[in-house]
């Protein structure tokens, strides 16, 4: 019996691999959608056909590096079990995530940083969806008796806040890794959810 190929990439995802590739190289002043093309051996206007605009490609390009950001973050919001052990994983992973794209590629974290600054609509709904991930687990632990927030979207907001220094890229570029602040910030966090001074 032959085995099963994996189907070839759409005209969508060999575009934004390229992009990604070509962003690495030259960065983002100097990559536009005539560059994109060209290293696909396409016109740009094929290009132009899945994405309007060099603004709405770079979107894209955004949109797919949080998305890898955002997903293991999210199974471990929709998981059951105690909110404040979640809760402690979800931030360490986010950390973790962000430290490692820029200890391993640091002139491609730096690309992206660059790229998703300029993304607003896509940054604001990460951000969101971010916090929600945050809100449904404070919510389970209040429902559970852990934390006691009358506001677990507000809380979720504020944990984002009191936490964005280990993982907003701007600060993760530029200061090298504490893991013992870290884990008291974290700690303050899971103490002030738990007291209600959240």
């Known amino acids: 019996m032959p085995s099963a190929k ?3 990439p ?3 995802t060999r575009i934004l691999d390229a992009a990604v590739d070509q962003l690495r190289r030259h960065g983002p002043a100097k990559t536009g959608v005539v560059d994109v093309a060209r290293a696909l051996g396409i016109s740009h ?11 709405a490609l770079f979107d894209a390009v955004a949109e797919r590096w949080l998305t890898a950001v ?9 998981r059951r079990g105690k909110a404040a052990r979640r809760l402690e994983e979800w931030l360490t992973t986010l950390i973790a995530i962000k430290r490692r794209k820029a200890t391993e590629d640091p002139e491609l ?13 896509v940054v604001s709904a990460h951000v969101a969806e971010l916090q929600d991930h945050l809100r449904r687990i404070i919510a389970d ?3 559970s008796g852990e934390f006691k927030v009358s506001d677990p979207a507000a809380a979720a907001a504020a944990v984002l806040h009191a936490t964005s ?3 907003h890229p701007h600060f993760v570029r530029e200061r090298p890794a504490d893991p013992a602040a870290e884990r008291r910030v974290v700690r303050l966090v899971l103490g002030g959810l738990a007291s209600g001074d959240i």
């Open 10 to 12: 759409d005209a969508r």
């Open 45 to 55: 206007a094929a290009v132009y056909r899945q994405f309007d605009s060099k603004q």
């Open 70 to 78: 955002s997903h293991p973050l999210k199974e471990i919001a929709a």
């Open 165 to 167: 220094y280990f993982h």
């Open 141 to 143: 632990g209040v429902a």
């Open 6 to 8: 994996a189907a070839p």
């Open 109 to 121: 974290f730096a690309t992206y940083h660059a790229v998703t600054e300029a993304a607003h609509n």
